[in-house]
Each structure stands twice: as C-alpha cells, then as structure tokens.
C-alpha cells in the first residue's frame, strides 16, 4: 500500500513539472525581437498596461534582446 502512494506522488509530481515546463512555451520571452514580433501582430486594444510599458521600453526606445 504505501509503494503505491509513492509512486501515484511521484506520478503526480512528475505532470507538475512538466506542465510548468510545457506552460513557459507559448510566447516568446518579454523584450526579445520575436516578442516585438509578436506585438505588432496584436491588435493594439488587446494590450495590457505593462505590455505597452515593455513594448515602449525594448522595442521603441531600446534595442529588442536577441
């Protein structure tokens, strides 16, 4: 009984990590050309506060990250 438990904690610590792993693949990281990219696809009224902030700061003012 309690290798069973075990191994259903380990099952369930193992989907935890790689969901958190497969969850950090959707975009590009803040600041980086492909995120600028990315950007100027979005229509400008689904932007949030910090968006416009960060497009400003990386890819206006500042060069975009490689």
């Known amino acids: 009984?309690?290798?069973?438990?075990?191994k259903r904690s380990g099952l369930a610590a193992a989907l935890l990590v790689c969901s958190g792993l497969l969850a950090g693949c959707g975009e590009p990281a803040v600041g980086t050309k492909a995120w600028c990219e990315m950007m100027?696809?979005?229509?400008k009224g689904d932007w949030t506060a910090n968006q416009?902030?960060?497009y400003a700061k990386s890819c206006v003012l500042g060069?975009?990250?490689s």
């Open 63 to 65: 060069t975009p990250k």
């Open 40 to 43: 100027d696809k979005k229509p």
């Open 52 to 54: 416009v902030g960060d």
């Open 1 to 6: 009984m309690p290798a069973t438990i075990l």
